[in-house]
């Protein structure tokens, strides 16, 4: 489990703090008020921003540096090295050396490519690919990494509903055959029910503990009634 | 890092440390120097505020505007930067000087002769090897504006006076100071030109004070003095620079070429005014070294003066690649404050301390090319960092998260990642290295080696013996050698990048 | 052949070339840049004295008494040849300098020369140069060269770092004396620019940017012989003109005394001072007038030479200087 205890982050105007639990294997998603520090929990967990607190992966306090830390990360844009193929970007997974990859390894990009239903795109560079094909790629790339928790900062939120749906499924299918745990910002509470096992409200500087999806849509917390425009009473 | 920065500062410092210890301590400043270090910096001031001014429209006008040739004029438009100074000097006579073109064509017109002899002349010149420089750099960080913020910003209605607010104010904010702090920063150890444009003892500068101190009174303490000076004024410089440039990014971009929406009609005309405005300063006294240059090159070089060649160019790439294995490491912040200085040291005091700390462990004449490579490498790295830093920060900025994730090493990060995002900036400031160090004099007073004469050298020698026609094909060969490295790494780094 | 060998057969080459070189002697010879040049005199000088001494001459070009002074008693150098009168008080209060032992009695210069240290190979004079097909009549003095108009245009080099510059302060400072920096300030309005060196100075004159250019006598000569040009003359100035020699001398430190001295005999041999004239574009030393070449015996040569001794050139060389540096600041 992803476990999160006293977590303190110092932000511009105020601080984030909480504890978390969260289960591998689950699907989580980060809901909140934009500006709440949806982006900065995931940056403290993924690694790329300091915060006092200690982070725990199984039992073991997570390394330092992100690049030590098990995690799959996609950002809002900026996934894929524009100057690369899509072969290229999606080995790197395999050979962060950047040395050619195996024959097997090849192979193994090959799949990924088929899995996300890019089959042949290898070659191409990612500025002569669609948004949904590059956000496609990015997760082929996930698979190939194979890392037990993948954080995803809204890498969706520019595509239409039916590609955005089609992605969440794809996700879904790319965790439960990693056994991985994810965590998804977003901003649209239908892609939370859709997605998400429990939600995780950013609020008030606080990160809430993990509410089951249903039963947190049910009775919203008043923080979170305030975002979504229902009134509170 | 730390390594590239330690043999920084010991090739900095050392040298005027070395001197210092030879002379026994800081000597006496002479009555003129004070003078001399107020010329220089309201000289250096000038040229910098000058080149940069210019250089603003020029490098606008280019960046949104597109022609045949355009390509070829901006590589062309390099080239006086990277002149040897005696080459350029007559160049530049030739187009202003008392018989030159510009006083030919008002005499035709019946009007008044221009004097080019002093401050303004010095300036001029300096403006004259300085403004590619400046021109280039604004350039380049222009076109780091993703172009789809001047879409934003065309799609906004933004007067051109909201687009140079918004987008281009803060990009010159970042980039001119420190333009201006290089340029200042060379012209801070002008010599030749300052004295023969300024038209006399009026243009004392600095460093001529230091040539008379160390070649003409052996007085080696006030060499260091001097020394000191020019390298605490170039520091300053710098330090005021990177203090006024905030070092911010325009975010992630397409890294592609978009048509530019503004710059039509009367911003279009004025835009060509100053790109045309640009190239005949520059191109014509270029023109006059060619054509002048001619007749000897086709009388025959001479074999003295390939094999000279032969060694500029050795050194060049040399230079080259010192300088880019130099660069990788210090394209921060600190690196390039570090590396300012290395222009503002003295050539003398450093060809005089390398002198001193070389000779009890090797033969100095044999070291000739070597320490003039390594010599170059240094003097051109902060050009290098000057033209890399920002582009690297922001390939930083858009893709370090992602190389951490991806657990990059950092040689893969550096081959598929940096060397490929910053070939544009790297190509150029690679051929800048080149051709400069095609160009200089280097440290031949101390280490010369009379089978391993560089070009610039050979042209110093044929003026010495009389030879001014085979000088002047030296040097057209001089700078067609220089101008062919610098087109080729500049070209080099601008295939390919559209995607 | 295996790389090996190769590799073998290059390192053992290179051994037998390092010890064939170090049974011939060699004589290390400090000189001028622009001495070793191939237009230069010292490979002809490298040949001629090679051909007598069975020992190899190595000439190291560069910066003459400023390395000599930095290297010390440590210093490389047998012989330096290329000095001049500028430095000789400097390099004499060195001590690193021995006596020449050359007798001096051939010497065939303007003016008496008993220097037993520095030993001068060959002289001019400093010399305004003009064009004929552009001057018809030149200033026919020095005072007529202060009184000429105003757009006549002069260059001239810089005293602080040219060492023909700084003879023409002493010219002017010998010419006029107390007066000097009104004659600078005469000359001022006429003076286009002044440079760092000698060489940009004279490329401004063949551009056609002065109409005048501080040079030397000899100039001409290299017109006259290698361009069969004789277009270009020296204006001679009865008021004299200032007497500029070049010089050799030993170090007394020489690990080759017996060829430092064959060397210096050398410098006044009939074969050196043949081949000076034309390949340094000077006058030699020692050589009487109708053995030099013939376009040397063309040259427009003053009646009066001026010189200042090492010890009264030090004396006044600091005033000469600001006299000019003052008049020129105006």
Not at chain 2, 170 to 175: A, C, E, G, N, S
Not at chain 2, 374 to 393: D, S, T
Request: proline share 6%; aromatic share 8%.
């Amino acid at each position: 489990m992803l476990r999160i205890e006293d977590l303190v982050v110092t932000m511009d105007g105020q601080d984030l703090t909480g504890d978390l639990v969260m289960q591998e294997g689950a699907r989580v998603a980060v809901l909140g008020p934009s500006g709440a520090g949806k982006s900065t929990l995931l940056d403290v967990i993924a690694g790329f921003r300091q915060a006092d607190g200690v982070l725990r992966w199984k039992c073991d306090v997570l390394a330092d540096r992100p690049e030590d830390r098990p995690i799959s990360i996609l950002f809002q844009d900026g996934n894929l090295f524009p100057h690369m193929t899509i072969a290229r970007n999606l080995a790197l997974a395999l050979r962060p050396d950047g040395c050619r990859l195996s024959p097997v390894q090849n192979e193994q990009v090959e799949q990924a490519l088929a899995r996300v239903g890019l089959a042949g795109m290898g070659p191409r560079k990612p500025g002569t690919l669609s948004g949904g094909q590059q956000s496609r790629a990015a997760l082929a790339r996930v698979l190939l990494q194979a890392r037990p928790i993948i954080l995803l900062d809204e890498p969706f939120s520019a595509l239409g509903p039916a590609l955005k749906q089609e992605m969440l499924a794809l996700v879904q299918e790319v965790a439960d055959e990693l056994g991985a745990l994810v965590m998804m910002v977003t901003h649209a509470p239908d892609d939370a029910r859709r997605f998400a096992q429990s939600v995780v409200l950013v609020a008030n500087g606080q990160v809430h503990e993990p509410v089951e999806t249903e039963a947190f849509f049910k009775t919203p917390p008043a923080a979170f009634r305030g975002y979504i425009g229902q009134t509170t009473d | 890092m730390i390594l590239a920065a330690l043999v920084l500062a010991i090739l900095t410092l050392g040298p005027i440390g070395a001197v210092l210890v030879r002379a026994g301590g800081l000597g006496d400043l002479a009555p003129g120097d004070l003078q001399a270090l107020r010329f220089t910096v309201f000289q250096a001031t000038l040229s910098g505020l000058f080149s940069v001014a210019l250089a603003i429209p020029v490098a606008r006008a280019l960046a949104r505007q597109t022609f045949w040739g355009r390509g070829l004029l901006v590589s062309l438009m390099g080239a006086p930067f990277i002149l040897p100074v005696i080459v350029a000097v007559m160049g530049l006579l030739a187009v202003f000087g008392r018989s030159g073109l510009v006083n030919g064509a008002l005499d035709a017109l019946g009007l008044p002769n221009v004097n080019i002899y002093g401050l303004h002349g010095v300036v001029l010149a300096h403006v004259f090897f300085n403004l590619p420089l400046a021109v280039r750099m604004l350039l380049q960080a222009w076109l780091a504006i993703p172009a789809e913020r001047f879409r934003l910003a065309s799609s906004l209605g933004l007067t051109p006076w909201g687009v140079f607010c918004t987008l281009e104010w803060p990009l010159l904010r970042r980039i001119a100071p420190g333009a201006f702090a290089v340029v200042f920063v060379i012209c801070l150890t002008s010599f030749a030109v300052a004295l023969t444009l300024g038209g006399g003892p009026r243009a004392t500068t600095v460093e001529l004070a230091i040539y008379q101190a160390m070649r003409f009174d052996f007085d080696l303490g006030r060499a260091a003095v001097l020394g000191l000076v020019q390298l605490t004024l170039g520091f300053v410089a710098g330090l005021v620079a990177l203090k006024l440039a905030p070092a911010q990014g325009f975010g992630i971009g397409r890294g592609r070429w978009v048509a530019r929406w503004d710059g039509r009609g009367l911003a279009r005309v004025l835009d060509f005014f100053w790109i045309g405005l640009a190239a005949a300063f520059l191109l014509a006294p270029l023109a006059l070294v060619v054509a002048r240059g001619v007749p000897g090159l086709l009388e025959g070089a001479g074999e003295g003066t390939w094999r000279a060649a032969g060694h500029s160019l050795m050194v060049a790439l040399a230079s080259t690649t010192l300088a880019v294995l130099w660069a990788l490491p210090l394209a921060t912040r600190r690196g390039e404050l570090l590396s300012i200085a290395a222009i503002a040291i003295s050539p003398l005091v450093l060809g005089t301390g390398l002198f001193l700390l070389l000779r009890p462990f090797v033969n100095p004449f044999t070291m000739a090319l070597p320490v003039t490579a390594v010599v170059n490498a240094l003097m051109a790295l902060p050009f290098m960092l000057r033209i890399l830093r920002p582009e690297a920060e922001q390939v930083a900025r858009d893709f370090g998260r992602l190389g951490a994730t991806l657990r990059m090493t950092p040689w893969a990060w550096l081959r598929l990642v940096w060397l490929p995002r910053l070939r544009r900036p790297l190509g150029f400031a690679m051929g800048l290295t080149a051709a400069l160090a095609m160009g200089d004099l280097g440290v031949i007073a101390l280490f010369a080696d009379p089978d391993r004469a560089t070009l610039p050298l050979q042209i110093h020698r044929l003026m010495g013996a009389y030879r001014m026609e085979a000088a002047a094909g030296a040097a057209l060969l001089l700078l067609m050698l220089s101008f062919g490295l610098f087109w080729l790494f500049d070209r080099g780094g601008r295939v390919h990048v559209e995607d | 052949m295996t790389p090996y060998m190769k590799a073998f057969t290059f390192a053992a080459g290179c051994l037998m070339a390092s010890t064939a070189l170090a049974e011939t002697p060699a004589l290390t010879v400090y000189a001028p840049d622009y001495f070793v040049s191939e237009w230069g005199p010292g490979p002809k000088i490298e040949e001629l004295f090679e051909a007598e001494c069975n020992c190899d001459l190595q000439f190291k070009p560069g910066d003459l008494l400023p390395r000599i002074l930095l290297e010390g008693a440590q210093t490389d150098a047998d012989v330096v040849i290329g000095l001049n009168t500028d430095v000789t008080k400097k390099a004499r209060e060195s001590g690193l300098f021995g006596t020449h032992g050359v007798a001096l009695d051939g010497l065939t210069l303007p003016l008496p020369w008993s220097d037993d240290t520095f030993l001068p190979f060959n002289y001019g004079h400093t010399a305004f140069i003009y064009d004929t097909t552009k001057i018809d009549t030149p200033p026919a003095s020095f005072e007529a060269l202060l009184e000429a108009p105003d757009d006549l245009r002069l260059v001239i080099q810089d005293p602080r770092s040219s060492i023909s510059g700084l003879a023409l302060v002493l010219w002017v400072q010998s010419v006029y004396g107390d007066q000097a920096q009104e004659a600078w300030a005469k000359l001022a309005p006429k003076i286009v620019t002044v440079t760092r060196g000698w060489s940009e100075s004279y490329g401004m004159f063949t551009d056609g940017e002065a109409d005048m250019v501080l040079s030397y006598t000899t100039s001409p000569a290299y017109h006259i012989i290698a361009e069969e040009d004789e277009t270009k003359k020296a204006a001679i100035f009865p008021e004299g003109h200032y007497f500029m020699v070049e010089l050799a001398a030993k170090l007394k430190g020489t690990d080759q005394p017996e060829l430092a001295d064959q060397f210096m005999e050398f410098i006044l041999s009939e074969a050196f001072q043949g081949m000076i004239a034309t390949g340094n574009w000077s006058i030699p030393a020692a050589l009487p007038k109708d053995q030099w070449p013939d376009g040397f015996k063309k040259l427009n040569l003053p009646e009066k030479v001026l010189f200042y001794s090492e010890d009264e050139a030090a004396a006044v060389r600091a005033e000469a200087i600001e006299a000019w540096r003052a008049a020129l600041s105006q």
